[in-house]
Nanobody, 124 residues
Framework: QVQLVESGGGLVQAGGSLRLSCAAS????????MGWFRQAPGKEREFVAA????????YYADSVKGRFTIVRDNAKNTVYLQMYSLKPEDTAVYYC?????????????????WGQGTQVTVSS
């Protein structure tokens, strides 16, 4: 079992930055793939970014590539999503997810564990 707790969401103006954190517990996190997803009202949950257990491999959705960075600190059992140049269309509830795997995953159904989500609102 893995427990995930997100934090760092909030209200920011367009062009601003936020850093989301996902604290994991319950299992050695260095062996699990971590991902960030988001869900806007009326829309399906979509992939944002993922990182391998070692942190050596990352993958981003085209919509955030070059603006968001995912990193992990296995000593702190924490994964971060640094978001720059935020746009109103980035507004959503952001979820952290985890799965025991060797390669990064982009499909929500392929993740076994989820956090409760944190709201990010970008005003224009």
């Amino acid at each position: 079992q893995v427990q995930l707790v997100e934090s760092g969401g909030g209200l920011v103006q367009a062009g601003g930055s936020l850093r989301l954190s996902c604290a994991a517990s319950g299992r050695t996190v260095s062996t699990i793939v971590m991902g960030w997803f988001r869900q806007a009202p009326g829309k399906e949950r979509e992939f944002v970014a993922a990182i391998s257990g070692s942190g050596s491999n990352t993958y981003y959705a085209d919509s955030v590539k070059g603006r968001f960075t995912i990193v992990r600190d296995n000593a702190k059992n924490t994964v971060y999503l640094q978001m720059y140049s935020l746009k109103p269309e980035d507004t959503a509830v952001y979820y952290c997810a985890a799965v025991s795997a060797l390669t990064v995953r982009v499909v929500p159904d392929w993740y076994d564990y989820w956090g409760q989500g944190t709201q990010v609102t970008v005003s224009s």
